[in-house]
């Protein structure tokens, strides 16, 4: 149908180059969004005013910080309700703009629908999983003592696990939403204003970061606060509160499950679409980038928010959701430890401190405002200059609010100043987060010396700058690593000196320290990522520009905004590697917790001498080339159906070229949305199934041989080795191709030859080596380090 559409909506391609039929043929919008939109309005305010009053009622009787928390989230919303309001108020262009917004807006909601349909069904099967090992596993001494019977803890987990991954989905689908809507505004907006279209764009990511991070934060919380009034915690004969966040596990593995596959299907979809695409049409053909000649250029187009938006919300959810859950373990079990009276503070503190997130980020959203530039032709200021204008506002704001969030939460009697401590941590995270994203720009910004130098490389040929790229690659993973590991140690020894100690005087708050930390380096997250959804909206504007042949005045504008997109991209992804190996970290600690809870013996270390524990940790970093592999070429096979079904179409098709034939865009579109679906599904069940399996058979290996807890060493050293060999890999990846993407902008701006040069074809081929890595294997990796972390704390009695 969509493809009829294609062929019969437009008339005459010669006379009409510049018309372009909506793709559309029926809705496509997600089921709970349709039922939602049948409901009569003053119904539906009704529903919402019932669900908030209930919402307030919980949290109500959890605890006052709750209902600070959730007051945050809604008035976020409302907020976000109003950058939503202003963006689509915005005009949309021309017709012919309008036209090219329609068709990728729908091949973007078609294919998130058949995939997001594809995972659900994985995630209910996954489910029925859990449930039934969570039915006939042992139970905790906590358990026991609290009379949370076996099948309530199931139930529980299943729900959260449930609850997650809807709550994952959601975002995904808020951050393709807003992408396929402001694309073309932005677009409009670059024909009067260099800094009008940069607000538009800042404005719509900000929408879907607000959103994003609050339903993060709010999910959590009401889960908190529901568990915490069915279960009647801290009564007589009860759970106490310092339990309650390891029922929450699961909300963070449904969210990491989504995340992966959203992750995975996204990136295969958007990078074979972009690799097919620039390798005949650039290369071979030597058309420009979204010429609208190229065959493949709507699926790319539709790629950038299947990839980048979709599943970047789907991940940033599932982070904010890991290092939330695993700092309020960590905070419980502190405040066991030290006996403090109320460790309501201790267990909240993630809460609020992304509450204030949501404030301050919003603040540093508004500080970018719009101005009209009066030669309409370049921009007045870097738009990389006033992204981090903004950046700077919001590190200042978060600064402050967790000095009070500190003082506030964290302040008690046993130890008057560990709080001050604990904003030091806080300070170290973000301190660290504002490294990471100076680093990774250093790297991949065409404005510093590393990519100046690859792109020279190109100069003396395509084997040359592979050679260059993949050494700028591994370099730069030590800056990271060098501020990841004095993070770690600062943070800890901050936490350890703090003056907190447990009954035997030993001190408790190293660990707490690093969860501080970990807080810090989020305590800016909803801005990051409204930086990283301003990228893919930058390069759909541009496409839109290209393929309605607006003039070259409004594409360069709009070249500027997708080289600073892309420098964008590569930083949060950066930021999310580092932000990835701290709660790694953590969630590893409440593994080992978790561990010797069920075993109801000390678990504390894990000694790599031993044969078997030293295979796990071969097998985890096996684990990461190999899911690395599968990522890649999954793209590559895809690619290659892309290249030759453009390249059949420009010999079949010869009009092409000369716009008297219209190319099939459809065809291609159906290519990598069905490859796409087949080819996530091999990688994720590894990253899924490894653990697991690894976990049971030394399990039983160590039954056979007297060492009950064999299993469970395996699976802990398989985690910290998949950790790190999974961060520095991913380090790589990210960076390396998106200095190979900005090594080649930098070539087009006109340096080097510039476009149709030699030089710049090799540096489309480095481009091309660089796709699947920085925007598949790369970004699936951090999320795969966190799930392995998370599956392991849900499947702990599997390996017992």
Request: with cysteine.
């Amino acid at each position: 149908m969509m493809d009829d559409a294609m062929e019969n909506g437009m008339g005459s391609y010669q006379e009409r180059p510049r018309t372009f039929p909506s793709m559309r043929s029926k809705s496509h919008y997600p089921l709970i969004f349709r039922m939602l939109l049948g409901i009569n309005a003053r119904v539906l305010v009704v529903l919402l005013l019932l669900i908030f009053g209930a919402v307030f009622y919980v949290g109500a009787s959890t605890s006052p910080i709750i209902i600070f928390v959730f007051s945050i989230c809604i008035i976020s919303f409302f907020f976000s309700v109003y950058l939503t309001k202003w963006v689509l108020a915005k005009d949309e262009g021309p017709p012919e703009m309008v036209q090219i917004s329609e068709a990728i807006r729908d091949g973007a909601e078609g294919f998130f629908r058949t995939q997001y349909g594809t995972i659900s069904k994985m995630a209910m099967v996954l489910a029925l999983v859990i449930l039934g090992i969570y039915l006939f596993r042992s139970t905790t001494p906590q358990q026991e003592s609290s009379g949370l019977s076996r099948s309530t803890s199931a139930y529980i987990t299943v729900a959260a696990f449930l609850l997650g991954a809807l709550c994952s989905g959601i975002a995904g689908y808020i951050g393709m939403w807003v992408s396929v809507r402001a694309n073309v505004r932005v677009s409009s907006a670059a024909r009067r204003s260099a800094r009008e279209a940069l607000q538009i764009a800042v404005r719509a990511g900000g929408f879907s970061a607000i959103v994003v991070v609050g339903m993060a934060v709010i999910g959590v919380a009401v889960l908190y606060a529901t568990f915490y009034v069915f279960l009647e915690v801290d009564s007589p004969g009860s759970m106490k509160v310092t339990d309650l966040p390891l029922l929450l596990v699961g909300y963070g593995f449904g969210a990491s499950f989504v995340a992966l596959f959203a992750q995975l299907g996204g990136g295969i979809y958007t990078k074979a679409a972009d690799v097919g695409a620039d390798l005949v049409g650039k290369v071979e053909q030597g058309i420009p980038e979204d010429d609208p000649r190229n065959p493949a250029v709507i699926a790319d187009l539709v790629g950038d928010n299947v990839g980048d938006c979709a599943a970047r919300g789907a991940d940033l959810f599932e982070s904010i959701a890991a290092e939330i859950i695993s700092a309020m373990i960590l905070g419980g079990t502190m405040a066991q430890r030290c006996k403090i009276e109320d460790p309501s503070g201790f267990i909240l503190f993630p809460l609020v401190v992304h509450s204030f997130d949501l404030v301050v980020s919003s603040i540093g959203i508004l500080s970018i405002r719009g101005t009209r530039d009066p030669g309409l032709i370049v921009p007045i200021e870097d738009p990389m200059a006033i992204l981090q204008k903004g950046y700077s506002v919001t590190i200042v704001l978060a600064v402050l609010t967790f000095g009070v969030s500190t003082r506030w939460l964290l302040y008690t009697e046993q130890a008057p100043s560990a709080w001050l401590n604990f904003a030091l941590c806080g300070l170290v995270g973000i301190m660290t987060a504002y490294a990471f994203v100076w680093i990774t720009k250093y790297y991949t910004d065409y404005k510093h010396e590393p990519v100046r130098v690859l792109a020279l490389s190109s100069a003396t040929g395509h084997g040359t700058n592979i050679i260059a790229g993949v050494s700028l690659g591994l370099e730069s993973t030590a800056l990271p690593v060098l501020v990841i590991s004095i993070a770690i140690i600062s943070a800890f020894w901050l936490g350890h000196t703090s003056g907190l100690v447990d009954e035997t005087g030993s001190p408790t708050g190293g660990l707490f320290g690093t969860a501080v930390a970990t807080m810090g380096m989020l305590s800016t997250a909803a801005y990051v990522l409204t930086m990283d959804m301003f990228g893919p909206i930058a390069d759909n504007a541009g496409g839109i520009v290209e393929m309605s042949q607006q003039p070259e005045s409004v594409r360069e504008i709009t070249d500027v905004l997708d080289a600073v997109g892309n420098t964008t991209k590569a930083t949060t992804k950066g930021f999310a590697i580092g932000s990835a190996a701290l709660a790694s970290f953590l969630l590893f600690s409440a593994y080992m917790d978790e561990v010797a809870s069920f075993a109801h013996v000390s678990f504390k270390e894990v000694d790599i001498a031993i044969p078997e524990v030293f295979i796990g940790g071969l097998l985890g970093s096996m684990l990461i080339f190999l899911f690395s592999a599968w990522a890649c070429s999954a793209v590559g096979r895809t690619a290659q159906e892309v290249v030759n079904e453009v390249r059949r179409q420009f010999v079949e098709r010869p009009g092409i070229m000369e716009y008297q034939e219209k190319p099939d865009y459809g065809r291609c579109v159906a290519i990598v949305a069905s490859a796409s679906l087949r080819e996530m599904i091999k990688p994720g069940a590894l990253a899924i199934i490894s653990p697991v399996v690894i976990g049971f058979i030394f399990r039983l290996l160590g039954h056979y041989t007297g060492r009950p807890l064999l299993g469970a060493k395996v699976v802990a050293s398989m985690l910290m080795f998949a950790t790190v060999a999974g961060i520095l890999m991913a380090l790589f990846l990210n960076t390396a191709g998106g200095a190979w993407d900005n090594a080649k902008k930098y070539i087009e701006t006109g340096a080097l030859g510039g476009k149709g040069s030699d030089c710049h074809k090799a540096a489309v081929t480095g481009d091309t080596v660089g796709d699947p890595f920085k925007d598949t294997a790369g970004p699936s990796l951090h999320v795969l380090i966190k799930m392995l972390a998370t599956i392991t704390l849900v499947m702990a009695p599997v390996f017992l």
